[in-house]
C-alpha cells in the first residue's frame, strides 16, 4: 500500500514542480536584475560617497560652532563608513527598479481592479518612505543634532566618529521613512477587511500610547526626537482613519450574513 502511494506522489510532485519550474526562473531572473541594480548603483554612489557624505555631515556641523570636522579612530573605518553610505544609497536609488521587477512578476495574475490597486499601493507606499525620510533629514535631525550639541562647551570637546555619525544619519532616516507607512498598512487592512476604521477610532488612545513607546524606542531615548516622531505619526494616524474609512471595501450582503 505504501508503494503505492509512493508511486502516485512522485509523479504529482513531479508534475507540480515542473509547473512551478517557469516561474521559478523568472522569480530568479527578476532577483538578479534587482541585484545588478543595487551592485550598479553603490558602484556609482561609491563615487561619489564623499559628497554625500559631506551633505550628511552638514547639519552637524551647523548644530555646534564646536564641530567642525569628525574623527576615526579605526583605520579601517573610513573605507567602511563610505561603503556602507554607498549601498545604502544604492538600494534606495535600486527600490524603483525593485518595484517595477515585482510588478512585471506578479501583473499577469492580477485582474484589471487589482492591477490598479497594486499600482496605487506601490505608489503612497514610495510617497510616503520618500517623504518620511525627507521630513526627518530637512526638518527632524538639524532639531535633533542641535539638542545633543548643546551639551558640548569649551570643558567638553565633542569628537564625533565619522561611522557611528553616519549611522545615526541613516537610522533617523530610515525610522521615520518606516514610520510614515502607518496609512497606507491601515489602507491594506480596512481593504483586505482585516480591520475596520471604527476599530481604529475606538482604540485611539491605545494607538497613542504604541505610537508614544515605539517613538521613544526608535529615538533611543531622546525626548526631543521622540516628540518630533510622535507628534507626526499621531496626524498620520488620524488620516489613516479617514482613508481606511473611505476606501475600505463594502460589504455585500451576503458577507453581511
Known amino acids: 500500500m505504501s508503494n503505492y502511494n509512493l508511486q502516485k506522489t512522485i509523479p504529482a510532485l513531479e508534475r507540480s514542480l515542473a509547473f512551478f519550474r517557469p516561474h521559478h526562473l523568472e522569480l530568479r ?21 564623499e559628497q554625500i557624505a559631506k551633505v550628511c555631515i552638514s547639519p552637524l556641523i551647523a548644530a555646534s560652532p564646536l564641530v567642525n570636522k569628525l574623527v576615526y579612530t579605526n583605520l579601517p573605518e573610513a573605507f567602511i563608513s563610505y561603503i556602507k553610505l554607498a549601498l545604502l544609497v544604492g538600494i534606495f536609488t535600486s527600490f524603483p527598479v525593485a518595484l517595477y521587477q515585482m510588478w512585471v512578476f506578479v501583473s499577469p495574475g492580477l485582474r484589471k481592479e487589482e492591477k490598479k490597486l497594486a499600482v496605487i499601493i506601490v505608489f503612497w507606499a514610495t510617497i510616503l518612505f520618500a ?47 518606516i514610520s510614515f507607512q502607518i496609512p497606507f498598512l491601515m489602507v491594506m487592512a480596512g481593504r483586505a477587511n482585516l480591520v475596520k476604521a471604527a476599530y481604529f477610532k475606538k482604540k485611539r488612545m ?35 482613519i479617514f482613508l481606511s474609512a473611505l476606501f475600505s471595501k463594502k460589504e455585500t450582503p451576503q458577507e453581511q450574513i
Do not use: C, H, Q, W
Not at 526638518?139 to 569628537?159: D, I, R
Open 131 to 177: 517623504g518620511g525620510g525627507t521630513f526627518a533629514f530637512i526638518a527632524v535631525l538639524p532639531k535633533m543634532l542641535v539638542y545633543l550639541m548643546s551639551y558640548a562647551n569649551e570643558g567638553l570637546e565633542p569628537l564625533p566618529k565619522l561611522g557611528l555619525y553616519l549611522t545615526f544619519v541613516a537610522r533617523t532616516v530610515l525610522t521615520f521613512g
Open 29 to 49: 531572473s527578476r532577483m538578479i536584475k534587482v541585484f545588478a541594480s543595487i551592485i550598479v548603483s553603490t558602484i556609482v554612489a561609491y563615487m561619489f560617497s
Open 206 to 240: 491605545y494607538f497613542y500610547i504604541a505610537i508614544l513607546v515605539l517613538s521613544f524606542l526608535l529615538t533611543a531615548g531622546d525626548f526631543m526626537a521622540t516628540a518630533l516622531l510622535a507628534i507626526p505619526l499621531f496626524f498620520l494616524y488620524e488620516i489613516g
